[in-house]
């Protein structure tokens, strides 16, 4: 399908301990959405999506959480940073952190990272940021065209196949994009998020390919951790 999107938080729910980091996650994004603007989702397009990507795997109790949170003026701040990094055998990655010590988030993934092999470097050029929309669509795929086309959606790739259509766009057309399926009746994402995409994967195989699972898990587990982007086939 595509270019074979990864839901990233639905990989979290094996466990407690991988749920309350997923928990945490959906948390802070949200509440530093809801800060940034007003928070109420009807006029905060940031919260929205926030709200959207986390609906199917957060309870709606730690959605409402961290909006009140923003609502009472808390005066917690977290702050972003980006890391990219070369991990085993030809894997590329790039790790968005959200945390309340910058220097302890570099801290800790960099030592995840070399702890597996890999080292800190320039990886970008890989990627391409995109707004990715995946739902469950029982039409075809000319009416799904058309409706985006009439929309005048800057689409970037589309697909359906055994009825699951996935649709990346600019991502400065999201919201256009959404307001276009609405028109065919979807409103319902099994992903719906600004997100990075790998322009080519690799393959990796046997013990390189689990020295890089336990690379990413070991990102997850972080409590810096945000986002793990990469370019491997999974």
Wanted: glycine share 6%.
């Amino acid at each position: 399908m595509g270019r074979h999107f990864e839901v990233r938080a639905a990989s979290m729910a094996a466990t407690a301990k991988k749920k309350s980091a997923l928990y945490m996650r959906a948390s802070k994004e949200i509440y530093m959405a809801a800060k940034k603007g007003i928070p109420d989702p009807n006029s905060n397009l940031a919260l929205r999506s926030a709200i959207e990507k986390y609906r199917k795997t957060c309870p709606k109790d730690v959605i409402d959480r961290a909006i009140k949170k923003a609502q009472g003026g808390d005066a917690t701040s977290y702050i972003e940073g980006r890391y990219e990094a070369l991990g085993p055998a030809g894997s590329l990655l790039i790790v968005d952190t959200l945390s309340d010590n910058s220097n302890r988030a570099l801290v800790n993934v960099r030592t995840i990272i070399t702890k597996k092999g890999g080292q800190l470097g320039s990886v970008i050029y890989n990627f391409e940021n995109v707004g990715l929309l995946v739902f469950k669509y029982e039409g075809t795929l000319d009416a799904l065209e058309e409706a985006l086309i009439l929309g005048d959606v800057d689409v970037k790739e589309i697909s359906l196949e055994e009825g699951i259509a996935e649709v990346s766009v600019n991502p400065s057309d999201f919201e256009k994009a959404k307001e276009a399926l609405s028109s065919i009746n979807v409103s319902d994402y099994e992903v719906a998020e600004v997100t990075l995409l790998a322009n080519e994967k690799v393959t990796l195989e046997d013990e390189a390919l689990q020295k890089f699972k336990e690379l990413v898990d070991m990102l997850d587990d972080c409590e810096d951790v945000q986002n793990v982007y990469h370019n491997v086939e999974l």
